[in-house]
């Protein structure tokens, strides 16, 4: 156990449909970082938080967002969903800049 | 681009031997090298990290080497145990990209007894 908790573990929705994906970092940990899994790609690195304010992007589309709550948990909305945006959605959490990440258990994300 | 590259998809060891998983990066930004294990239906595990100030770093049965000049890093587990079989990613991290991780696309490894 990573000390990272991700939910929901599974979510089925149509496209078009908007969902949000939340994390809870481990304890004292102040950076957040969002991953995408998905068949083609790959771990993908979306997007980092540290303590409430956005750190670094990678590839991370435009219909796509998140934030860092004061408490530290951070939530991933995913909008207008289409049939490619089915992956694993990781969560990672470290202590600082340049700490290791620990990875939650992932969020699967099917758009039918 | 693949920046970190894992050119082999799959290994099979027999059990108690050594397993050796390659991993090669482009990009000399690079300064800070992490494997990570990871099953079906469960996120990442961390398993060991090298700074690139160092050449070599040892925890316990895994062992991670790193060759700056090929821009090479391999991780040695011996003994290899069965429950090693898994998915092994190696990522990599830039102090100028902040600490996003790029990832290998994974070695399987399955560790017959």
């Known amino acids: 156990d990573s000390g990272v908790t991700q939910t929901p573990k599974h979510l089925i929705t149509a496209t078009g449909q908007r969902v949000t994906l939340r994390c809870s970092p481990r304890s004292g940990d102040l950076s957040v970082y969002w991953y995408q899994q998905s068949l083609d790609q790959g771990l993908q690195f979306l997007i980092q938080y540290y303590n409430g304010e956005e750190r670094a992007k990678g590839n991370i589309l435009e219909r796509f967002s998140a934030q860092q709550f004061p408490d530290l948990h951070s939530e991933l909305n995913l909008s207008s969903l289409e049939l490619g945006d089915s992956a694993l959605y990781f969560c990672a959490s470290s202590a600082g800049a340049r700490e290791t990440q620990y990875f939650g258990p992932g969020t699967r994300l099917l758009v039918l | ?113």
Not at chain 2, 57 to 62: A, Q, T, V, W
Request: hydrophobic share 35%.
């Open chain 2, 1 to 113: 681009d693949q920046q970190v590259k894992q050119n082999s998809p799959s290994l099979s060891v027999q059990e108690g031997r050594i397993s050796i998983l390659n991993c090669d990066y482009t990009n000399s930004m690079f300064d800070y090298f992490l494997w990570y294990k990871k099953y079906p239906a469960e996120g990442p595990t961390f398993l060991i990290s090298i700074s690139s100030i160092k050449d070599k770093n040892e925890d316990g049965r895994f062992t991670v080497f790193l060759n700056k000049s090929a821009k090479h890093l391999s991780l040695h587990i011996v003994p290899s145990q069965p429950g090693d079989s898994a998915v092994y990613f190696c990522a990599a991290s830039a102090a100028e990209y902040g600490n996003k991780l790029v990832f290998g696309a994974g070695t399987i490894l399955r560790v017959k007894s």
